[in-house]
Each structure stands twice: as structure tokens, then as C-alpha cells.
T-cell receptor
Framework: DAGVIQSPRHEVTEMGQEVTLRCKPI?????LFWYRQTMMRGLELLIY????????DSGMPEDRFSAKMPNASFSTLKIQPSEPRDSAVYFC???????????????FGPGTRLTVL | LAKTTQPISMDSYEGQEVNITCSHN???????ITWYQQFPSQGPRFIIQ???TKVTNEVASLFIPADRKSSTLSLPRVSLSDTAVYYC????????????FGTGTRLLVSP
């Protein structure tokens, strides 16, 4: 298996532009997570899905952020409009929660490094 | 605000045992405690997971007291390649966000 795939790996954009980050989870996994990592705030959960349904989006910073999972093999995280403070590494992760536990082993993608100028 | 705290950094030498503790006072009663390792420019990678008492695998041990308000990751004989940042991940009982990563511990292993 190729693991969790994220694209792009790097994104540089200007303030006000729309940014779309993409994730392909490991086939067969039930959960998909979006995280943001910065030096100041560490690793933060933004949103997670179970069987394509958003379960907890309390970590989404504000209305400028949105996430979708139209099917089991694809998810997007969109920022519109982007701001310099959105600069961070965004990770996607997936898990096969066979026991039904949300903290079951997560497999992380390589991340997307976003820079908003 | 639900918090999950760890020491910021630790130093060790090759061959030593390293213990990293995570405090999670408001942990949910029915979910795993999981530890991850992260190298620069990579996503976190699973190390070990447990619910209570002690769990051991080929790379680490995890000690969890009965009240589950803390957990300790034990790396038995570290090598230079264990230099990384280590995170605990728990589900909290309170706070606006339930799934919380610890603040991370940067481990530096020297020859």
C-alpha cells in the first residue's frame, strides 16, 4: 500500500487566494483526520471523518476553513480566503478503527507545507 | 481548557533508557492512549498504544497507572536514530476539542 497520499507537498500562495489541500487515505480505513502543525501551537486536530461523515469539526479555526470527503478515497481541506497566519504544515491521517476507538493507530501522510505571503 | 502536557525536551546517550511522561488529567474513560514519533519533515509515526497497565512491543513500553491521568513511554536502549519528537495522543473528557496531541518532547540522543 502506498500509504496516505497528500498533495501538493508544498504550496506558496498570496493572501486572499483560495487554497485546496488533497488527501487520499489508505484503502479500507474508516477514519480520516486533518491536522495542522505550527511551532507555536503544535499539532492540532482540525476535523475528522468517520465513514465519510464529519464527526468533530470543533478544531476548524473559522469559516474560512472547510473540509469535504465526497467518497472513501478522497478528502479536501479548503481555505478561502487564505491569510499569512494559516501558514503551517497540514497533515492528513487515516485509521482502521476496528475496535471503534477514535484513538486507534493513525497513519499520517507526508504533509503539505503551506506558506501564505 | 483540556491540556495534555509533556516535557519540552530531554537529552540522553546511546544505550540508555529514556522515559517520557505525558499528563492528561481529563482523559476520556474508554479510549486508547497512543504515542507517536516524528522526524523532521515527516508525519508522525505510531510507536505504541495502550489502555491501562503496561504494554510492550518490539520498540517501546507504555506504562499507564490505574487513574489513567498520565502515561509514560519507555524507550529501553536508545540509539542516535531515536532522536526525534515524541507525542502522546488522547481523547479528552472535557474541553471544546476531544482528540488532543500532547505538547511534544524533543529527544536528543548523543554518542
Amino acid at each position: 500500500d502506498a500509504g496516505v497520499i497528500q498533495s501538493p507537498r508544498h504550496e506558496v500562495t498570496e493572501m486572499g487566494q483560495e487554497v485546496t489541500l488533497r488527501c487520499k487515505p489508505i484503502s479500507g480505513h474508516d477514519y480520516l483526520f486533518w491536522y495542522r502543525q505550527t511551532m507555536m501551537r503544535g499539532l492540532e486536530l482540525l476535523i475528522y471523518f468517520n465513514n465519510n461523515v464529519p464527526i468533530d469539526d470543533s478544531g476548524m479555526p473559522e469559516d474560512r476553513f472547510s473540509a469535504k470527503m465526497p467518497n472513501a478515497s478522497f478528502s479536501t481541506l479548503k481555505i478561502q480566503p487564505s491569510e499569512p497566519r494559516d501558514s503551517a504544515v497540514y497533515f492528513c491521517a487515516s485509521s482502521l478503527a476496528g475496535s471503534g476507538e477514535v484513538t486507534d493507530t493513525q497513519y499520517f501522510g507526508p504533509g503539505t507545507r503551506l506558506t501564505v505571503l | 481548557l483540556a491540556k495534555t502536557t509533556q516535557p519540552i525536551s530531554m537529552d540522553s546517550y546511546e544505550g540508555q533508557e529514556v522515559n517520557i511522561t505525558c499528563s492528561h488529567n481529563n482523559i476520556a474513560t474508554n479510549d486508547y492512549i497512543t504515542w507517536y514519533q516524528q522526524f523532521p519533515s515527516q508525519g508522525p509515526r505510531f510507536i505504541i498504544q495502550g489502555y491501562k497497565t503496561k504494554v510492550t512491543n518490539e520498540v517501546a513500553s507504555l506504562f499507564i497507572p490505574a487513574d489513567r491521568k498520565s502515561s509514560t513511554l519507555s524507550l529501553p536502549r536508545v540509539s542516535l536514530s531515536d532522536t526525534a519528537v515524541y507525542y502522546c495522543l488522547v481523547e479528552m473528557n472535557t474541553g471544546f476539542q476531544k482528540l488532543v496531541f500532547g505538547t511534544g518532547t524533543r529527544l536528543l540522543v548523543s554518542p
